[in-house]
């Protein structure tokens, strides 16, 4: 029989950050397969996850928003990537690379009606770049690809700014508008000395120091913000990709130019927050600005229903235009550990976060 290793939730979270007690490593024996380790299912794969991802949206995951106690323990899912062991699926062969989400267990049989929810990177990358997969060609690489090019609608020369400028996100979305579109790029990040990284690695022309800021008021901080923008940027921003939340949404919509645009990404600032994130908008100066806020999720990008991801990405890496920045956590022991990571003790992480199993 094959050995499996799975990631548990012990229970509900509903504020504060997640930490390693509250997740725990089960193991059980593969099941849904013959006795020559095949599927058993028509249509069916077996999967041996290389990869797994911990992203900051699946904070909200463990919130029971009305659910019983008992439905809090329960294995986790996410993003992960792998190799095809067995398959009776005519779309897949062993040894073909895959990137979706999935339980995270390091060995599965993927049912039928979920395959179509994988995606192959066999002609984009080798075994050596899997971790890739749950990244830069991803949920993240995606998110950054759809959210930049078509809900912010860039324009050559235009001012974009970037709140957490230095995540698996954040990074991408910059080196897109520097590298790709020719966008003047503001980041902010944790530190100066990712203020420094991203500006060097990331081609970044101007970075803010979140940390340096007085926060402790909102309106002051934001104010704050808004000042170093100011400064760095004069005649304002075009565009605003946001990750964070709270002052950072603020001084942006405070610092947007008429007909300027806001992609919603995350609000990571409230996520441990019992009811999470919350922004106050004037809607009537976005009718006289003719400015734009629209929140998105990147599954039209990632499944190819819209644009060329797989392709454009993997080939703006081809030519250096868009850099790959991981931090890695080995073993599927180390999964709950590299989640507290995305909350507490940042300044360790650069890029995005992965497992390697």
């Not at 499996?4 to 193991?27: M, R, Y």
């Not at 099941?31 to 911990?54: F, H, K, L």
């Not at 060097?200 to 704050?224: N, T, V």
């Amino acid at each position: 029989m094959v050995a499996v290793k799975s990631v548990w939730q012990k229970g509900f979270l509903e504020s504060g950050a997640p930490k390693e007690e509250h997740f725990e490593i089960k193991e059980s024996e593969l099941s849904g397969v013959t006795a020559d380790n095949q599927p058993e299912e028509d249509g069916a794969v077996i999967v041996e996850v290389r990869y797994m991802s911990c992203d900051p949206y699946m904070r909200g995951f463990l919130k029971s928003q009305g659910r019983p106690a008992e439905e809090g323990k329960k294995i986790v899912s996410a993003f992960v990537s792998g190799i095809i062991l067995a398959s009776r699926n005519e779309n897949w062969k062993v040894n073909d690379l895959f990137g979706g989400s999935l339980p995270l267990s390091t060995v599965q049989v993927v049912p039928a009606k979920a395959v179509a929810g994988l995606w192959n990177l066999s002609q984009y990358i080798g075994e050596e770049s899997l971790s890739q997969g749950i990244g830069a060609l991803g949920m993240p690489g995606s998110t950054a690809y759809g959210g930049f090019i078509d809900v912010l609608e860039p324009k050559e020369g235009q001012t974009i700014f970037v709140s957490a400028a230095s995540g698996a996100v954040g990074s991408i979305v910059g080196q897109i508008a520097k590298n790709v579109y020719k966008c003047t790029t503001v980041g902010s990040c944790g530190g100066q000395a990712k203020c420094e990284h991203i500006k060097s690695d990331f081609g970044y022309d101007h970075a803010i120091d979140y940390k340096s800021i007085d926060q402790s008021g909102a309106d002051k901080g934001a104010a704050e913000l808004k000042a170093k923008l100011k400064e760095a940027v004069p005649m304002g921003i075009d565009m605003y990709f946001e990750n964070v939340g709270g002052i950072h949404f603020d001084a942006a919509m405070n610092s947007l130019r008429p007909k300027g645009r806001v992609a919603v990404c995350g609000g990571i600032s409230g996520y441990n927050d019992k009811d999470g994130p919350r922004q106050e908008v004037d809607i009537l100066s976005l009718i006289y600005t003719a400015q734009r806020i629209e929140g998105f999720v990147c599954t039209p990008w990632l499944t190819g229903q819209q644009g060329n991801f797989l392709g454009d990405m993997s080939q703006w890496i081809k030519e250096g235009k868009v850099k790959v920045e991981e931090t890695t956590y080995n073993g599927v022991e180390q999964w709950a550990t590299a989640f507290n990571s995305l909350f507490e003790n940042t300044h360790r992480n650069k890029g995005k976060v992965v497992v390697k199993v």
